[in-house]
């Protein structure tokens, strides 16, 4: 069974500097997909962004970047120019692409808690 | 395009009760999903439905949790009887189809006291 792990319960930035939230995950398939969510307090599920195992290019998306080491099993999320709005809970996730009889459940971590100080 | 609808958003409930949750999905997305997310935890898959057809229910607690989609369209999960530990919010996702990404509800918050 795969398992995903965020090390950091909490983060703290400054409003406009830069952080970077830490993912590690364990699996023994070779094709998968990684994501980032955001959970604000409405409860929300938001999708960040997402890395097929298979692309060497790390994903980007705006403000969000991605810095996938497959070797290392590392999957963490950099947070440009951070802004007010990005404070939520942070979620990785892992997703087969193989999974027998179809499923592809996601697997999630338990989150760390990005606090933005203005 | 509307997104993924959940209804109740909370539900207050004694232990022993029953409970029910009902999902519907974005239109045409044919893969329907039940999360449980515990305080301070990541949410963790109940069942995946493809179609009205559930594709996996292995960390569904089959003693006291149900679940279906009879058209294909929308779903209800259901917990009978509560139990304490079952607290927790419930989300519901979907996806065109199981390889593409997820969307999220906005959960129902279940309280069992």
């Known amino acids: 069974a795969q398992t995903v792990t965020q090390s950091q319960p909490e983060m703290s930035v400054q409003e406009a500097e830069t952080v970077t939230l830490s993912c590690t995950y364990d699996t023994s398939e070779s094709d998968y997909y990684l994501f980032w969510y955001k959970q604000p307090p409405s409860r929300q599920m938001i999708l960040v962004i997402r890395?097929?195992?298979?692309?060497?290019q790390n994903a980007t998306e705006n403000r969000f970047s991605v810095n996938f080491q497959k070797a290392a099993k590392s999957f963490s999320l950099k947070i440009s120019d951070s802004q007010l709005g990005d404070a939520a809970m942070y979620f990785c996730?892992?997703?087969?692409?193989?999974?027998?009889?179809?499923?592809?459940?996601?697997?999630f971590g338990k989150g760390t808690h990005l606090i933005i100080q203005p | 395009e509307a997104g993924v609808a959940q209804s109740p958003r909370y539900k207050i409930i004694e232990k022993r009760q029953s409970v029910a949750f009902w999902c519907n999905p974005i239109?045409?997305?044919?893969?329907l999903y039940w999360y449980q997310q515990i305080l301070g935890q990541g949410p963790k898959l109940l069942i995946q439905?493809?179609?009205?057809?559930?594709?996996?229910d292995s960390q569904l607690p089959k003693d006291r949790f149900s679940a279906e989609r009879l058209k294909g369209v929308d779903s209800t999960l259901k917990i009978q009887p509560a139990k304490l530990e079952d607290s927790a919010v419930y989300l519901c996702?979907?996806?065109?189809?199981?390889?593409?990404?997820?969307?999220f509800g906005p959960g129902t918050r279940l309280l069992v006291l």
């Open positions: 996702a979907s996806s065109w189809t199981g390889l593409e990404t997820q969307y």
């Open positions: 439905f493809q179609n009205n057809g559930v594709v996996d």
């Open positions: 996730a892992y997703r087969s692409v193989h999974s027998g009889g179809g499923a592809d459940g996601l697997t």
């Open positions: 239109s045409g997305h044919a893969t």
């Open positions: 890395q097929e195992a298979y692309k060497q």
